[in-house]
């Protein structure tokens, strides 16, 4: 059995004793163990992006792992330490839960000792992951990859010592590394974009050179300016991904579009598959790249309202002055602000969401276990992690750039984090790992 490790706000363990005290009468057997932990399992189902909320958490995923864990939950509302957010839809959409402002702080981590309740928790872990890999039939190779996953516990000190300032970021990372030492492995893939989510998706970037599958290091092989490069194929064949829609009048539109080839569109389209989009627009919005990535997003899938936020207009109108044709070509795909997600403006981001999924999982990964089956691939959205000690990173990122170029019609940037690519043989190879953990500690320090 692993040991298991419970998060906990500073300011919510400072109050823990009187919040004890309080509950204890509500609920016949009460045990500190069991309410450490429903305050653990809402610390760790947190969002990288703090701009998306609270993650969803089901109550009957709550009371499966912790005896009367609906009464402990109810009764840390009641005393409004965590607030309950959102609205539950059976069957399609649960509750949120967060800690109410003034408890918010950083995490800190203590151990569970209580042999009974971790038996019990990961029983659960196991039933929860035979539950959702018959929901997501089809992708067994992934998830047997993930069912291996570790990651080393230095992770932890590079938290501490590179997200200092930012409680937020500073949480989602302890939680994310926290759910996999925990062996608290999950997948699923979502009915909107049909993305594959897994606890790699939701893990910082600066977090992946610790992970490890079967005690291999990854690396990954990442789709360089992936939204926009996706978005060519609206200007060049828009019926083809039709049928990946929703909507029955947003596939017809797609089917009838037609793009005049001029002179913004051979720009835009040159720009991104070269990988300079946001390198170009860095310069005309005078921001970081950092900046100039948000805000391109912005204008991508942003309604089609002129934003009021004056930087962010400011872009648009620099961006609309360069790609005429494209923003309004794009804003034809977005539409307007009524009806479901599947027929306003959010289309279009969900649009080129589900052209990602169906070519990385149906098409690109299914190519690289029939052909190299015993090479380690595990999907990030727009990337495939692979394993470093394998001589298969170069034949990866083929098949993803043969894959990519026949569907979309031009080819892709791949950039590979933390392994250049190369001819090598075992020598070279075990040279080339060394320089990977160099980068490694250069980025780390």
Wanted: with cysteine; proline share 4%.
């Amino acid at each position: 059995m692993r040991k298991s490790i419970q998060l906990i706000p500073e300011k919510v363990y400072s109050e823990l004793p009187t919040i004890s005290e309080l509950i204890k009468p509500t609920i016949k057997g009460f045990s500190e163990d069991n309410l450490r932990e429903i305050i653990s399992i809402v610390a760790c189902h947190v969002r990288k992006d703090e701009d998306d909320g609270p993650a969803p958490l089901s109550m009957t995923h709550i009371k499966r792992l912790v005896p009367q864990g609906d009464m402990y939950l109810t009764g840390l509302i009641d005393l409004e330490v965590i607030h309950r957010f959102g609205q539950y839809i059976p069957g399609e959409a649960c509750y949120q839960y967060d800690f109410a402002p003034e408890y918010k702080s950083r995490y800190i981590a203590f151990p569970l000792d209580n042999a009974k309740l971790i038996l019990r928790i990961e029983t659960v872990w196991e039933e929860l992951r035979k539950e959702a890999s018959k929901e997501i039939w089809g992708h067994s190779s992934q998830t047997r990859y993930l069912r291996q996953l570790t990651i080393e516990p230095e992770a932890l000190q590079f938290i501490e010592r590179n997200y200092i300032t930012d409680t937020h970021k500073f949480n989602c990372a302890e939680a994310s590394v926290t759910r996999i030492l925990n062996g608290d492995i999950f997948y699923k893939i979502d009915n909107t974009s049909k993305r594959f989510h897994s606890n790699v998706t939701n893990l910082d970037k600066n977090l992946r050179p610790y992970l490890r599958v079967n005690g291999e290091r990854l690396v990954n092989a990442d789709i360089k300016n992936s939204q926009p490069y996706l978005s060519t194929i609206i200007l060049t064949n828009p019926s083809k991904i039709s049928w990946l829609t929703e909507n029955t009048a947003f596939a017809m539109l797609l089917q009838n579009l037609k793009v005049s080839p001029n002179q913004d569109v051979k720009n835009y389209i040159s720009f991104v598959i070269s990988g300079q989009l946001y390198e170009y627009l860095m310069t005309e919005f005078n921001l970081s790249r950092y900046e100039t990535k948000r805000h391109v997003l912005r204008i991508l899938f942003a309604s089609n309202r002129m934003p009021k936020e004056e930087i962010n207009r400011r872009c648009r109108q620099i961006f609309i002055r360069n790609f005429p044709t494209v923003h309004r070509i794009f804003s034809k795909v977005r539409g307007h602000e009524r009806g479901d997600k599947f027929a306003n403006f959010k289309r279009f981001s969900i649009l080129l969401q589900r052209i990602e999924s169906y070519l990385m999982l149906h098409v690109i990964l299914k190519r690289i276990y029939k052909e190299l089956p015993k090479v380690i691939a595990i999907t990030i959205h727009d990337s495939v992690m692979t394993g470093i000690l394998t001589n298969d990173v170069e034949a990866v990122r083929n098949i993803m750039i043969e894959e990519l170029t026949s569907f979309v019609g031009f080819q892709p940037k791949i950039e590979i984090e933390g392994l250049r690519i190369e001819k090598r043989g075992k020598k070279s190879m075990n040279k080339s790992i060394k320089q990977y953990d160099a980068t490694n500690l250069v980025s780390l320090n």
